[in-house]
Every structure is written in structure tokens, then in C-alpha cells.
């Protein structure tokens, strides 16, 4: 499976955005995604994942009830959309898609975007 984000950019404090990506060569409907960010000088970390039908979605404590992960089946395509952003937000978003059922961790996803930059100024 190849994965491609896009959507990144320059943002200030309190904008938006939404991140996509795109799947190819597998069947996306069977995998879970997930997204994560790493910003310089730390550890990526988990932002968001959604199970393979969409039914279940899960987030990471500094982001929930402003980020919303949600997936489209026909596009092949799961999405970021990133509310009410704030300067610790400013990092290398991946997506990645895993089989595994646990989504949290980096280590249970099988494949890997190549990055999109989100810079978010004051």
C-alpha cells in the first residue's frame, strides 16, 4: 500500500486545516488508519486513528474536540481535519494504514506516508 498526504501549510494560531491521504495499491477498506505528527527534536507521536469501516475513532488527549479523523472508502482516502490550532501543533504529519486492531502506537502500523509540514504561527 502506498500512502500520499497532502494538506499542510502555514496556518496562524486558531485557523484550519484539513489533511488528506491518499491510498493505492491495496485494499483500503481493510485497514485501519491512523495519523501522527513528529515535531523537530521529538518522538512521533499518535494524533488520531480510525478503524477500517469508519465506525470507531480515537485521539490523542491534546487534540480531542479539535481534530476530527474521518475516511471515505470510494476516494481510498482518510482525512484530518484540524480545528482551533495552536503553535504546539507544528510538526511532520504522517499517515499510516495497520491491519493490527491497536492503533495507538506507532510499532502496529504497517505502512507509512511520507509526511506532510503543518506550521502553525502567532
Known amino acids: 500500500v502506498q500512502l500520499q498526504a497532502s494538506g499542510g501549510g502555514s496556518v496562524q494560531t486558531g485557523g484550519s486545516l484539513r489533511l488528506s491521504c491518499a491510498a493505492s495499491?491495496?485494499?483500503?477498506?481493510?485497514?485501519?488508519m491512523g495519523w501522527f505528527r513528529q515535531a523537530p527534536g521529538k518522538e512521533r507521536e499518535f494524533v488520531a486513528a480510525i478503524t477500517w469501516s469508519g465506525g470507531s475513532t480515537y485521539y490523542a488527549e491534546s487534540v480531542k474536540g479539535r481534530f476530527t479523523i474521518s475516511r471515505d472508502n470510494a476516494k481510498n482516502t482518510v482525512y484530518l481535519q484540524m480545528n482551533s490550532l495552536k503553535r504546539e501543533d507544528t510538526a511532520v504529519y504522517y499517515c499510516?494504514?495497520?491491519?493490527?486492531?491497536?492503533?495507538?502506537?506507532?510499532?502496529?502500523?504497517?505502512?507509512w506516508g511520507q509526511g506532510t509540514q503543518v506550521t502553525v504561527s502567532s
Open positions: 495499491g491495496g485494499t483500503f477498506s481493510s485497514y485501519n
Open positions: 499510516a494504514a495497520a491491519i493490527s486492531r491497536v492503533l495507538t502506537v506507532k510499532w502496529a502500523y504497517d505502512y
